[in-house]
């Protein structure tokens, strides 16, 4: 059975860090491309970070670029997001998402967790 459960969001004030994680099972973990997407109330879903199977290329949101740091530990099946000096604008529900990109992809995706940036 696939899953992919994230941890890690919560309440933060302004200026502050979080760490979420996806924690991943049923599914060759090293062979799929990983992805944080978030989708905040009232607007569209917003991919957020990417990070290939290899870890060695990742990809940013401008809106989140140099503040957010996506990283993976393919031994642990885990994917990362390490998000520094938050603003009110990341609040959103971020989700993990999974691809693997063969004849036909193949896409999981976790339940979501909340991040609230707020005073």
């Known amino acids: 059975q696939v899953q992919l459960v994230e941890s890690g969001g919560g309440l933060v004030q302004p200026g502050g860090s979080l760490r979420l994680s996806c924690t991943t099972s049923g599914f060759e973990f090293s062979a799929y491309d990983m992805y944080w997407y978030r989708r905040a109330p009232g607007k569209e879903r917003e991919l957020v970070a990417s990070?290939?199977?290899?870890?060695?290329?990742?990809n940013y949101a401008d809106s989140v670029k140099g503040r957010f740091i996506i990283s993976r530990d393919n031994a642990k099946s885990t994917v990362f997001l390490q998000m520094n000096s938050l603003q009110p604008e990341d609040t959103a529900v971020y989700y993990c998402h999974a691809r693997h990109i063969g004849l036909r992809p193949i896409d999981y995706w976790g339940q979501g967790t909340q991040v609230t940036v707020s005073s």
């Open positions: 990070i290939f199977n290899g870890g060695g290329y990742t």
